[in-house]
């Protein structure tokens, strides 16, 4: 049988009301974060830069930019044209969710929280 001595705090580093806290505090610095991640941008370019688009740290795509030589080339090989720019946008978002990750782990300490991106 366990008994508890008057007085005493269960075993741990703190209360509830500490843990609490601490989670609140956390919270609000990964609002500021993701408020943050809207002004924060990556570029990715393809095709010798025929082809650049700009994503923000919430992968929102911002701006897509067509060189006139492919734009030129476009009109005989759109298919080209097509996986250019989704081979810079996947490339963007890939960059943006590295930026997000890097963001919050100063947050989470490395500690990957499901559901958090």
């Known amino acids: 049988m366990v008994r508890k001595l008057k007085g005493t705090k269960p075993a741990g580093n703190g209360s509830q009301a500490d843990i609490v806290k601490q989670a609140q505090a956390m ?34 795509l911002i701006e897509v930019k067509l060189s006139d030589e492919i734009i030129k080339e476009a009109a005989t090989d759109k298919e080209m044209l097509e996986d250019l720019i989704l081979s810079a946008v996947k490339d963007a978002m890939a960059q943006a969710d590295e930026l997000a990750e890097s963001e919050m782990s100063k947050v989470t300490g490395g500690l990957n929280i499901p559901g958090l991106f």
Not at 30 to 59: D, P, R
Request: hydrophobic share 30%; charged share 25%.
């Open 27 to 60: 919270q609000q610095q990964m609002l500021q974060i993701q408020e943050e991640l809207k002004t924060k941008e990556v570029n990715s370019s393809v095709g010798g830069g025929a082809v650049t688009v700009k994503v923000n740290g919430q992968k929102e």
